[in-house]
């Protein structure tokens, strides 16, 4: 099994900055593409940013420019840097990885973590 633990988030005032930080552990042989989801209050989970391995990444529009995720391969870690962020920025945030378990896996599981609170004040 794999488990993904995310931290950093809280309560942030609008202008201000947040980093998130997610630790993948378990039975790993590789890890694929890890990324950021997010779900406010009656809405849907929706893509925030994603990275693969070879540090690729993919964001939102609604978070271009004011957010970077990053990744350490070694530790099986990605994190996001929130800057600037907005009161509609305001959801649990997800982290997500695709992992090999082993080198005969045939494809990739996919993993999440319990979530994240982030609340932006304005």
């Known amino acids: 099994q794999v488990q993904l633990v995310e931290s950093g988030g809280g309560l942030v005032q609008t202008g201000g900055s947040l980093r998130l930080s997610c630790a993948a552990s378990?039975?790993?042989?590789?890890?694929?593409?890890m990324g950021w989801y997010r779900q406010a209050p009656g809405k849907q989970r929706e893509l925030v940013a994603t990275?693969?391995?070879?540090?690729?990444?993919n964001y939102a529009d609604s978070v271009k420019g004011r957010f970077t995720i990053s990744r350490d391969n070694a530790k099986n870690m990605i994190y996001l840097q929130m800057k600037s962020p907005l009161p509609e920025d305001t959801a649990v945030y997800y982290c997500?990885?695709?992992?090999?378990?082993?080198?005969?896996?045939?494809?990739?599981?996919?993993?999440w973590g319990q979530g994240t609170q982030v609340t932006v004040s304005s």
């Open positions: 997500n990885a695709q992992v090999l378990s082993s080198q005969w896996s045939s494809s990739p599981s996919d993993y």
């Open positions: 378990g039975r790993i042989f590789r890890i694929n593409t």
């Open positions: 990275i693969t391995s070879g540090g690729d990444t």
